[in-house]
């Protein structure tokens, strides 16, 4: 099953997956770590939140395998899930952490750098420890479009599907975002 | 390496979710469910449009029949006119049930794709249209009415004319022609409110009178001239203007049929006319309007 199921795309393998479950571990594996990342990124912490909330990702995901809508990606659809799911865990628990996590993200830092004003990065000694507490202090909804942009790489039509926002909205997000983010790394800056 | 950052390893985690679905026999919903769901948003969607655009046809037909060309005679200001026109509650319905049919499509499978001002404009152009269609098929009437008669806040657009109307002392008057009676120079009417006046058409205009021969439902501008022997005020007719309905008919009951009584007498046509009616305000405005009609 393993050798069958690699060569096949994510929309494949949820047709298969509809009346062969155990296909559905393969998708499972293609986005465990994705998933597991983004939603560091979003502010879920601990090991076993993350854990917790992925089976919960998945488990959804499954369930709701017939409403997979194949005018889109998979991936913007279960990255549409996994963000609802982490909206939930954070209403659970009453509050969204504050920190930001900067980890294994070189590149993502290289494109949030060229992402701001080059002239301002020129300015400013732009560093990851900066940027995580730049970052922290964004309101969730600017952050989450950085994250998505920036960190995950989605383009806007992906984003826009991920967050059920007009493509639109997903660019003045972004570009409030990056100002405010300007702003706030100036202020950090000695 | 921290505990929080020690990934699961994929294998552990597939194994885990298949695991728990064959425990908790979680199955995929069946594809009906979502099918039906889109489709309800769908229905909910077009329910509210509807609901607005019965909205903007009561709206319409409210400020079609507001008797614009009165203001100056009904009001004292047209700030107040305008305010005891203004149709609050249909406006406020109209932009709260199209705020909630925007709300609904965007719950809609691609719904949420549209920006707001996009799904705004096409809502508002929606409505308009549909609103305008009903409008001029008379369903505005019928909803004024509708609501007019169950909300105990709600004055529909005829009770309101016709309170507005029914002030003898402010010199308005408005209602049913009974009779009309030629050679005695006079005619009856019944007002809004029930009673019958008897009244002289000797002031009026021959173009008045013209309209006491041809239409059912006419207003009446004029002033209190004196009081009979009774004490009751003696209302003198200097205007009158036919009560037209733009986007509905008058409310039944149907009228009563008319008696006119007509003798043909050679007249002059200001033979007989007082200069009474001069004070009657806006004169000239209302002198124009009527003249302007056809």
């Not at chain 1, 909330?53 to 005018?71: A, E, H, M, P």
């Not at chain 1, 967050?163 to 660019?171: D, E, F, M, N």
Request: net charge neutral; aromatic share 12%; with cysteine.
């Amino acid at each position: 099953m393993a050798e069958s199921s690699a060569f096949k795309t994510d929309e494949e393998i949820v047709g298969i997956a509809l009346t062969h479950k155990e296909f559905f571990g393969e998708l499972v594996r293609r986005y465990q770590d994705r998933l597991g990342r983004y939603l560091r990124r979003l502010g879920v912490f601990r090991h076993e939140d993350i854990e917790d909330v992925l089976q919960n990702i998945f488990l959804k995901t499954y369930r709701n395998l017939n409403d997979f809508d194949r005018s889109l990606k998979f991936s913007s659809w279960i990255y549409r899930i996994a963000h609802n799911e982490a909206m939930s865990f954070f209403r659970s628990r009453s509050v969204r952490p504050e920190g930001f996590v900067l980890e294994d993200s070189e590149t993502a830092l290289e494109m949030l750098k060229s992402g701001l004003d080059s002239s301002f990065e020129a300015e400013l000694a732009l560093d990851s420890a900066h940027l995580s507490k730049a970052m922290a202090a964004l309101d969730p909804k600017y952050r989450d479009v950085l994250v998505l942009r920036y960190f995950e790489d989605r383009e806007y039509a992906d984003i826009s599907d991920i967050l059920r926002i007009p493509q639109g909205t997903v660019a003045t997000l972004l570009n409030r975002a990056k100002k405010k983010l300007r702003t706030s790394l100036s202020h950090l800056q000695p | 390496m921290p505990d929080e950052l020690k990934p699961t390893s994929a294998e552990d985690l597939a194994s885990k979710v298949l695991e728990r679905i064959e425990e908790e026999q979680v199955a995929p919903r069946p594809a009906w469910q979502f099918t039906w769901k889109n489709r309800l948003y769908w229905f909910l969607f077009a329910l509210l449009v509807i609901m607005a655009s019965c909205s903007l046809s009561a709206l319409l037909f409210s400020l079609a029949n507001a008797g614009w060309e009165f203001a100056s005679v009904t009001n004292d200001t047209f700030a107040d006119f305008f305010w005891s026109v203004l149709p609050s509650v249909w406006i406020v319905a109209a932009i709260v049930v199209l705020f909630l049919a925007y709300e609904n499509f965007r719950q809609t499978k691609h719904g949420y794709r549209l920006s707001f001002l996009t799904a705004a404009g096409f809502g508002v152009l929606g409505v308009f249209v549909a609103g305008l269609a009903l409008y001029a098929a008379g369903f505005g009437q019928v909803v004024d009415e509708q609501f007019g008669g169950r909300l105990p806040f709600y004055e529909s657009t005829f009770s309101r004319q016709q309170s507005m109307w029914t002030k003898p002392d402010r010199g308005l008057l408005a209602g049913e022609i009974v009779d009309v009676d030629s050679s005695n120079m006079s005619f009856r009417i019944k007002t809004f409110d029930g009673q019958v006046w008897e009244l002289s058409s000797v002031d009026l205009s021959p173009h008045s009178r013209d309209l006491l021969m041809s239409k059912n439902i006419v207003r009446v501008v004029g002033i209190i001239d004196s009081v009979d022997a009774n004490g009751k005020p003696v209302f003198k007719p200097c205007f009158v203007f036919p009560w037209d309905v733009h986007g509905g008919r008058f409310p039944s009951p149907p009228p009563m049929p008319r008696v006119v009584i007509h003798v043909e007498v050679e007249r002059k046509p200001d033979a007989g006319r007082s200069t009474d009616c001069k004070g009657v305000r806006p004169y000239d405005y209302l002198r124009r309007l009527q003249e302007s009609r056809p």
